[in-house]
């Protein structure tokens, strides 16, 4: 038997995405003669997909599931189908060191079989299916590797085929780790504000909020006087598209809050020191000394901002408003140069990694221990296991290899 939180590492159902995919998971448990566990485990949101009601009935009146007290409205019956193909050696692409699928890959291998479970509305069911194959591997130690599953520019457009998972790995970081979703290259979709509005809509919190009730959201998300967080700003909201677009991303730090107003400072935390020397070289000689002032140490705050929250959202609280308040992403990751002991080297982090790493390196006016505990769960982050010694600015990596 398998618990729940062995694969999500909560005892919690936080967003209706989690929900679902434990029903799908839990299929693919019972395919594999397993059973999946949820005693204990609390939801804050309704299942709200009778596709998935379908699994929970069926589950529970086949015993295959344990934990669950109720069943659901049974409108969409599921009825058994072979999913043999799930257990196939090459159902990914194998490359190596990550594992890849894709439409033409899930084609090739499926043959006629694809056609049945790939159509419009069956698409989102498994690509589930291939992610709960790959995830029950990982939890039993059978796999190790990332999967990637690419999609088409219509599938791309198609946010219900696969926000449920993005959701997921997004809730749950750990899984980060073993899955993602790619866009195809052309897709013009703003993942992140789609992702905000699919979890606020589930969730019942898409709609509009007293001040008074921004507040308590304030409070509940963590987001206290000295937090270091991102402020995005929104356009092209009307009407027809109370969604809009991501205009702008602002870091910012939350001074104080009064009579219902953001008292922000605005803070520098993109290029690491290693990153703007690497830059400073690849100017041509005779270009420098009209950017000399590169590599001085870098001022971290370059403003102040003050934000009604009358015009600004909450973490996942939010309807029309001008602005959106939200911590710094802790799975979507990045690749950025940092060193040890003088040596420059490539380093893959987290968002609130690599923000921490220039903002220390900046001498930021921040609370590092706020910062550490809110996003590092109190622990060291990888600014803290590096030797950084001797290094002030951009110009001490480059410094021998200048001609004034």
């Known amino acids: 038997m398998i618990h729940i939180s062995e694969l999500y590492k909560k005892d919690y159902f936080e967003t209706v995405s989690e929900y679902r995919f434990a029903l799908s998971f839990a299929m693919e448990c019972a395919r594999r003669g397993d059973i999946l566990s949820v005693e204990g485990v609390r939801s804050q949101a309704d299942l709200n997909s009778r596709v998935h009601a379908g699994y929970k009935n069926y589950l529970m009146d086949n015993n295959l599931v344990v934990g669950f007290s109720s069943k659901e409205e049974d409108v969409y019956p599921y009825e058994e189908q072979d999913y043999s193909f799930l257990s196939k050696d090459n159902l990914f692409e194998d490359n190596g060191e990550y594992l890849y699928w894709d439409m033409d890959w899930g084609l090739e291998v499926l043959g006629r079989l694809f056609y049945k479970h790939a159509g419009v509305g069956d698409i989102p069911y498994l690509l589930e299916f291939l992610v709960a194959r790959h995830l029950y591997d990982v939890l039993t130690g059978k796999e190790t590797r990332k999967l990637y599953i690419k999609l088409t520019m219509q599938l791309s457009s198609t946010f219900s085929s696969y926000l449920d998972l993005v959701s997921l790995y997004n809730s749950c970081p750990n899984l980060a780790e073993y899955v993602e979703i790619v866009l195809h290259e052309r897709s013009s979709v703003d993942l992140k504000l789609s992702l905000f509005k699919y979890d606020s809509n589930n969730l019942g919190f898409n709609k509009e909020y007293t001040v008074e009730e921004k507040m308590n959201f304030l409070q509940l998300n963590g987001f206290t006087e000295g937090m270091v ?168 990596f480059i410094k021998d290899e200048l001609n004034f």
């Open 229 to 396: 967080l991102i402020l995005f700003d929104r356009k092209g909201i009307n009407t027809s598209n109370d969604l809009g677009s991501i205009e702008m991303a602002h870091l910012v730090r939350l001074d104080e809050v009064v009579d219902g107003k953001l008292y922000l400072t605005q803070l520098r935390g993109t290029r690491t020191y290693e990153e703007t020397a690497k830059d400073f070289l690849m100017i041509p000689e005779k270009n420098r000394a009209l950017y000399y002032d590169l590599l001085d140490k870098s001022d971290s705050v370059h403003g102040s901002m003050v934000v009604d929250l009358r015009e600004c959202g909450v973490g996942s609280r939010f309807y029309r408003e001008k602005h959106l308040l939200d911590s710094i992403s802790t799975t979507d990751t990045v690749r950025k140069l940092v060193s040890n002991n003088g040596k420059i080297f490539e380093q893959e982090m987290t968002e609130a990694e690599a923000i921490f790493y220039t903002l220390m390196q900046n001498d930021a006016p921040i609370d590092a221990d706020l910062y550490r505990d809110y996003y590092f769960g109190g622990g060291e982050a990888i600014w803290d296991s590096l030797d950084h010694s001797g290094i002030s600015s951009p110009y001490d």
